[in-house]
């Protein structure tokens, strides 16, 4: 069995520094909020190139965080993908703010910028750019945009832990930046988790004073807040991580170059911005054939997932409510033909060639 990806692999790679950092929160006593927190929030803000971190309960909550530190709620429209996990969606609603979906660039699996400009009305606030699969959205544009039509621009993070384009961080070009830290994801704690990062004080205090219950000062909420925090030992164990997200990346990126030449003949591979550094979160091709080759895979015991099999606006919660100015078009057509592939920095390299002779057998069977 080869799976999509194997949180349980970057763990057995680091046991004994994970199972002690884990053993001396416990023994500490100091169980939220402190040391490990504080010290992973200045960490992870430096690696993606901002002032501050705020560690917070999930990526999703980042989101929801992130979008009232802007003061953005009820009647604001936040513009953003609907190829994307339902997280990002789910998360302005949750804001009281009503999501605005566009189409993706067919080869990048991000936001259209000219879809986006064209998009926005007298009620647009934000908007908030996808980087899916580990890939930036086309930031140049998009900053342009938002700068002529004086929105903010929070960044979903969520997939791109380490991510550039133009040589920047993903998450230090926008207002805000929200990070998950779910298992599988390039930087995975064993729990929920999640960080914002901005390089903008105001907004870091706000974010701070939200996450717990708005309080400025213990027992006094001077805004309406929730409880959303980074556990110590979620934070401790992502502290041993960290140093090592720069090489996990790079093995990914080697194990996609693998993978490319490969597959070159048999299916459509993704495609790199000229102007980035993908880091692989997904290794996704695309095919007319999608579900017989799912099939097949699955057969020969190989994860391949489909990332995400039914756009937002698609699904029974969000149909027919949520305005898609512009069309679907690019949007519905990957959903139809998109599978990922196995990718995580432990796969080995002829697990990567196994995959890659399935592919190609089917391919051969299908005859074209
Ligand atoms: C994982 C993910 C989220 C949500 O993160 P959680 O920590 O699971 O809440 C948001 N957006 C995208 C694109 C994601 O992949």
Redesign the pocket.
Known sequence: MIPCSDPHASYAARRDAIDGAVASVLAGGRYILGKEVETLEREFASVVGCRYGIGVG??????HIALRACGIGSGDEVITASH??V??VA?IEAAGATPVLVDIEPDYYTLDPDKVKKAITGRAKAVLP???YGQTAEMGAIMDVAREKGLRVIE?C??AHGASYRNRPAGSWGNLA?F???PT?NLGAYG???MITTNDGELASQCRLLREYGWEERYVSSRRGYNSRLDEIQAAILRVKLPGLAADNLRRRRLADRYDLLLASSVRTPKRRPEGAHVF?LYVVRTAHRNGLRDHLHRLGIGALV?YPLPVHLQPAYRGRIDCPGGMEETERAAREILSLPMYPELAVENVHRVAEAVKEYGEATND
């Open positions: 999930s990526g999703t909550e980042a989101i994307t996990a997280a990002t998360a996808v980087h899916l979903d969520a997939q929200c998950s830290f779910y994801k929920d988790g999640g979160h990332h």
